[in-house]
Structures are given as structure tokens and as C-alpha cells.
């Protein structure tokens, strides 16, 4: 039976992207990020050879985007700061004035169209320079965080609603140090565990520094979460799922938002030799430095079994040490991505949140599904009918509803994303947005489920059939 779903007062209706995937380059001067630079060596990694340098060209058409914005239902928007923009002698030195004045500009606009800013301060977009210094593995670079983080707080604070450290601060951990999707790709799990651990205190001092501001906002982090399933109640599936938990999911959530590390982590970590260095001193900010809001990104679970095949001793340390990813028959999935849809998995999430991390007001931040070729399902007006969009919201913000039902302090859905942006190696291949893009000419055209997001939004809900639900 369908019957109206209607969220919490002034629930937050967006959407999200990064500076990297949709400003381009602009005039204002800007450092070169690691993208650029791994462009430059490695164009042969990117998808049809496209890079960052354009994108949505956000910086030159921010007021007509805003626009759009409101005529999709925004309430509020999650965009980043480009630290290579703000301080392009490489993320030191003297604040860009030239950066500062579009950044006003772009979040007076927001504010003055009704358009609550979400601002997060770091989405994969390390300045080169720095990363030359050694990137997160770098003290210096952390010091430097701070000094941008505290930077953007002082100059643009009186207009942001929101403030987040990182963005899934997982991701360059993954792709730099263990599976070669970010720039510099290696394969040496103990640094990227240095990594780890700097950022963790670059979050927590960048937040000390924050508080002691006094805005009139709130500061969190965004990470990207899948819930670990178990192939089996089998004692070797479910420590597997534990240890695949330990690493993935609690190794930046206890920290940023409890301000300690997981027991099992640390376990893995000093039996096999994988320990950061640090000073006691940090552990204590750590703890004392905590999120004050979590952005939950869901996108897909996570299936793993026992490993059934051994480890090759004379190999690199990997967490597929300890599982195998389950490919669970029956499954449906994003051909277009390769992920799962799995809704359920963004209710229990939301529960997670509630019962382990003290019911600490929470959004979800991303949730998206990316389609190539979406010109298949334009009509004869150039509109992408995108009705599969629409479903896919529908079913995962009902699930959503339901952990808000039974308690869960969740506050928004974000989108990924707003217009067709520029995606890290795969650039145009898969688009996410509510909005399409013409690569060609920069025109700008609203789908059908941007219609649906601002009709939802005006509503604040929507008609679904609730015995979909599990």
C-alpha cells in the first residue's frame, strides 16, 4: 500500500561534490594538485584521457548553478575548498585573496538564495608541493593543514552553516598505499597507516583550532561506511567480517568521532609490525578533538568469507591477509559502477551510529548511482528520463525514514551529485547528478530526477509503497 512519507522539520535537501571535480581550474591562480600532476605523467590512467582542468566550470558559473540549485529543491549543499586555490605557492605561505573573494562570493550567494553551506576543507586534492613532502606521511603537512583549516575558518566562517575536516578519509589510505587509485599508487600498508594515523590528528587539531574560534557553527567528518556482512554465521566468516570492520569502518569513525582506536586494530597492527609512530601528546588531542556532526557517505555493503587459499608469506601485507570478498548470488548491482544496491545496508548504518557512537547527529552526506550513456534515455527536448535515479533514492531514503522512526538523529540527504562532475580517473564515464552537463558547450539541463528531488523537497517527503520494506 502506498501512503506518504514525510521527514523531520527542516530536514536537509542537497546534494554534494568536490573543488577538484567541478570548479576547473579558474583564474584566480591555484597550486597543482596530485590529479594534475598524475595527469601530466600518466594521462594513459584516466579515463578518455580527460582531465580536471575544466570539469563543471563552477568557478565561472556558480550564480547560474545556484540557480539550479533551488530549482532542484536544495536547502543546503556540500561543496569543498580547494586548498591548492587558497594558498597556490603549493599550501603554505600567504592566503590567496583572489580565492578568498570567490569562496565569499560563491557562499554569500548560497546563503542569500536560501542555501545552507555544508564546507569541507579536504576531498583527495593534496598540492603536489606538499604531497612532494610526503603527504599525509608528513608532520610538516599536517602543520600546514591546520594553517589552511584555520585560514578558511577566519575568512569565510561567518558564512559557512556546517564545517568538515575530510571527506572520506579512507579513500587516499586505500588508493595511495594499497590499491593504486590515487596518486603516488603504492603498495606498503605500514605508511599508509602513518598516513592514517596524521590525518586522524590533522581532523582533531584542526578542530582544537576551531573551538578555540568560537563560530557559530559545527564541525564533523565525512566518512564513507559500508556495513560488513558475514557470508555465514560460520566462526571463520564472522572473525573475518570483524577484522574487515576493524580495518575499513572503525579504523577513522572511532577516532574522529569517540577519539580512541579500536582494540582489534591495534591488535592486527602490532602483531604484524604495521604500527604508525606518534607522540603520547597526540593520542590526547585525539580524544579530546572529536566530530561534532558525522557525514555518513553509503553507497554499497561490504560481503566477505574466510580466506580459503593461503597467504603468500615473501608477499606485501594487504587486508585481504585475513578474507575474501563474498559475491553473494542473487545480488543486484550497478552494472555501470560494479557496486551492490543494497538499501537496507543505510538503515543499518544509521542504527550502528545510534547504539555505538552516542545517537551523534548524523546526515546522510552521499548516496548516489552513477549510469554511462545516460544520452540513451534523453527524450526529444534533450531531458535524461532518468526514472531508475528516482527509484533508487526512493528506496534508500525510505530506509533512511524508517532509522529516523525508531530513533536514529539524522539530520539530511545529500546526493552525489548535483551536476554531472568530473570523477577521479573514470571522469565523465558514469553520471551521478541531478542535472546533466554537455561536455561540448557547458549547458546545463535538469533530468527528471531533479524535477523529483524538488517536488520531494517542497514536500518534504514523498507517495511509496512502504511493504518494500524488509
Not at 222 to 233: A, G, K, V
Not at 242 to 270: C, N, Q
Not at 357 to 378: H, L, P, T
Request: aromatic share 14%; glycine share 6%; charged share 25%.
Amino acid at each position: 500500500m502506498e501512503e506518504m512519507i514525510t521527514f523531520p522539520k527542516d530536514f536537509w535537501w542537497g546534494s554534494a561534490w568536490s573543488a577538484e571535480q567541478a570548479e576547473g581550474r579558474g583564474n584566480t591562480g591555484k597550486a597543482e594538485t596530485v590529479w594534475e600532476h598524475w595527469f601530466k605523467e600518466e594521462p594513459n590512467r584516466f579515463y578518455n584521457r580527460i582531465d580536471s582542468s575544466v570539469t563543471t566550470d563552477h568557478i565561472n558559473h556558480y550564480k547560474e548553478d545556484i540557480q539550479l540549485m533551488k530549482e532542484t529543491g536544495h536547502n543546503s549543499f556540500r561543496l569543498s575548498i580547494s586548498w591548492a586555490r587558497m594558498f597556490p605557492d603549493g599550501g603554505t605561505g600567504k592566503v590567496n585573496p583572489k580565492a578568498v573573494e570567490f569562496y565569499r562570493n560563491l557562499l554569500t550567494e548560497m546563503n542569500k538564495n536560501g542555501i545552507k553551506p555544508f564546507v569541507n576543507l579536504y576531498h583527495f586534492d593534496m598540492p603536489f608541493a606538499l604531497q612532494e613532502k610526503g603527504g599525509w606521511e608528513s608532520r610538516e603537512v599536517v602543520d600546514a593543514y591546520v594553517n589552511y583549516a584555520t585560514t578558511c575558518f577566519k575568512e569565510l566562517g561567518d558564512l559557512v552553516y556546517h564545517w568538515f575536516t575530510f571527506n572520506e578519509p579512507l579513500g587516499p589510505i586505500l588508493g595511495s598505499y594499497l590499491e593504486g587509485f590515487h596518486y603516488p599508487a603504492l603498495v606498503d600498508f605500514k605508511r599508509g597507516a602513518q598516513a592514517a594515523f596524521y590525518t586522524i590528528l590533522a581532523h582533531a587539531l584542526a578542530i582544537q583550532s576551531f573551538k578555540e574560534l568560537q563560530l557559530n557553527s559545527k564541525i564533523g567528518v565525512i566518512l564513507n561506511l559500508s556495513p560488513t556482512y558475514p557470508r555465514s554465521q560460520q566462526p571463520a566468516d564472522i572473525k573475518a567480517a570483524e577484522i574487515v570492520d576493524a580495518l575499513y569502518t572503525r579504523s577513522f569513525l572511532d577516532p574522529m568521532v569517540k577519539g580512541t582506536f579500536p582494540e582489534k586494530l591495534v591488535e592486527i597492527l602490532k602483531e604484524y609490525d604495521q604500527m604508525p609512530i606518534y607522540e603520547a601528546a597526540d593520542l590526547t588531542v585525539i580524544e579530546q578533538n572529536t566530530a561534532q556532526i558525522l557525514g555518513l557517505n553509503y553507497y554499497e555493503p561490504r560481503r566477505v568469507k574466510a580466506r580459503l587459499t593461503a597467504i603468500n608469506p615473501e608477499g606485501p601485507f594487504l587486508p585481504e591477509w585475513f578474507y575474501e570478498n563474498y559475491d553473494m548470488p542473487g545480488k543486484r548491482m550497478n552494472i555501470y559502477r560494479g557496486w551492490e544496491i543494497y538499501e537496507k545496508g543505510i538503515y543499518d548504518l544509521c542504527i550502528d551510529i545510534r547504539d555505538n557512537y552516542g545517537n551523534i547527529e548524523a546526515f546522510i552526506s552521499e548516496n548516489g548511482m552513477g549510469v554511462a550513456d545516460e544520452e540513451r534515455f534523453m527524450n526529444d527536448k534533450g531531458q535524461v528520463i532518468d526514472d531508475y535515479r528516482i527509484d533508487y533514492i526512493k528506496d534508500h531514503l525510505a530506509y533512511v525514514h524508517k532509522a529516523i522512526s525508531e530513533g536514529c538523529n539524522i539530520k539530511g540527504y545529500h546526493l552525489w551529485t548535483f551536476i554531472d562532475c568530473w570523477s577521479w580517473i573514470n571522469a565523465y564515464k558514469n553520471r551521478y547528478g541531478l542535472v546533466s552537463l554537455n561536455l561540448e558547450n557547458q549547458k546545463r539541463t535538469i533530468k527528471k530526477s531533479g524535477e523529483f528531488y524538488k517536488e520531494m523537497s517542497r514536500n518534504n517527503g514523498f507517495v511509496y509503497d512502504t511493504h518494500r520494506l524488509v
